[in-house]
């Protein structure tokens, strides 16, 4: 059997975040297309700036040696990062608003120099820019994800999986984030995954632990929901889930857009059309 990576149904945490929120919302945010421009759509919001932001300086500061990780000032490339985002192109409603998000930034990142804890050590980068596993060669199904830190323990030739957190709240007990990235890492280097922490940069000092998953049971959850993705992708069968004409708090901001509410604000990097809500737009 030939395996064909562009046939095969790619799936992620976030993908399966939005299909388990919505299967309608999943169709507009991984199927869907603009007719006119045969571009795939993304909504910016504020939130997402914020997230957007930290990550790209964090993740610039794993490509460089441990000597020079803080050889520059986080908080000037933030300002930097950030004129990616600022305004419009953030979703920001106004001045006010940016201004808010953006201290909270400036924030982690004071924070984060504080307390650099982990981010002096040793990390290991995978082989690929995004990891990726046939989580099914019989069902034509692609586990993917990219993790945002992997520290290394020389000591166990182990190494650690850290994700940041930039929102304000706790990532829910039975989350598949990181399940998914242990799978990830396990299938795409050859280390022992000794432990595994959420960063909430907002208001931690270091990475906060959590327990070590079961792989199969982990694998098995996965695999139960991304066959539903396949089969729904199959029938192209995208059903809102609170089955509501005016559709749920998930998939109605992309209804919105579909109907013209919105305010196009250019591409991102993945070549997608990126689309701004007024605010009396989103729950339309």
């Not at 149904?9 to 299967?23: G, K, R, T």
């Not at 930290?54 to 000037?76: A, G, I, K, T």
């Not at 579909?258 to 604000?265: A, C, L, N, S």
């Amino acid at each position: 059997m030939v395996l064909d990576k562009y046939s095969a149904v790619w799936i992620s945490h976030s993908s399966i975040s939005d299909f388990i929120a919505c299967p309608k919302a999943y169709f507009y945010a991984n199927v869907y297309k603009n007719p006119r421009s045969g571009k795939k759509i993304t909504i910016m919001n504020s939130a997402l700036a914020l997230g957007q932001a930290v990550h790209e300086v964090l993740d610039r500061l794993s490509d460089l040696p441990v000597d020079q990780r803080f050889s520059q000032p986080l908080e000037d490339v933030f300002k930097s990062v950030w004129e990616l985002v600022s305004g419009k192109k953030g979703g920001f409603i106004n001045a006010e608003e940016e201004k808010d998000f953006y201290d909270r930034g400036i924030l982690m990142m004071q924070n984060v120099t504080q307390h650099p804890g982990i981010l002096l050590n040793k990390a290991v980068k995978l082989p690929m820019d995004l990891p990726n596993f046939w989580l099914s060669e019989t069902e034509g199904i692609i586990l993917c994800g990219k993790i945002d830190w992997i520290e290394y323990f020389p000591e166990t030739d182990s190494i650690h999986i850290i994700d940041f957190k930039t929102g304000k709240r706790d990532e829910k007990e039975d989350s598949l984030q990181l399940p998914i990235y242990y799978l990830l890492v396990s299938q795409c280097q050859k280390r022992k995954v000794e432990k595994m922490s959420f960063w909430y940069l907002d208001r931690d000092i270091e990475p906060k632990k959590i327990p070590m998953p079961n792989a199969e049971k982990a694998k098995a959850e996965i695999m139960k929901i991304a066959v539903r993705i396949k089969l729904a992708r199959q029938l192209n069968h995208f059903k809102c889930s609170k089955d509501d004409k005016f559709g749920c708090r998930n998939c109605a901001p992309y209804e919105a857009i579909i109907k013209g509410r919105g305010e196009f604000v250019g591409t991102n990097m993945y070549d997608r059309e990126v689309y701004i809500l007024p605010e009396e737009a989103k729950s339309l």
